[in-house]
Nanobody, 124 residues
């Protein structure tokens, strides 16, 4: 099983990015997929999740209205669209998946599968 996040980069405040979470060895449609972010010296911070049951999405208050999670089942990928980026969004972004058909959790420890992160840097 492997997850891989990609799409990060260096952008200016107000710009947009699309992050991609691609999977091999598991079918993402069957798993809740969560995006976390982390800055050096701090724990993983919940960004948002998409459930496997009905593709419901949930977001942290910090990103609600600016970030959107969607799924492309045919390509076995999950996207995180980041808009109106702010310098405080600078972090390494990770995608993670829970076990099949599990429910919502904002806790990193509840996620079994993790990918390597992708760096997002927002300049002011």
């Amino acid at each position: 099983v492997q997850l891989q996040a990609s799409g990060g980069g260096l952008v200016q405040a107000g710009d947009s990015l699309r992050l991609v979470c691609a999977a091999s060895g598991l079918t993402l449609q069957e798993h809740p997929v969560t995006w976390f972010r982390q800055v050096p010296g701090k724990n993983h911070e919940f960004v948002g999740t998409i459930l496997s049951s009905d593709d419901s999405t949930y977001y942290s208050d910090e990103v609600k209205g600016r970030f959107t999670i969607t799924r492309n089942s045919a390509k076995n990928t999950v996207f995180l669209d980041l808009t109106n980026l702010k310098p405080e969004d600078t972090a390494t972004y990770y995608c993670a998946a829970r076990r099949r058909y599990f429910g919502l959790s904002r806790l990193p420890g509840d996620h079994r599968y993790w990918g390597k992160g992708t760096q997002v840097t927002v300049s002011s």
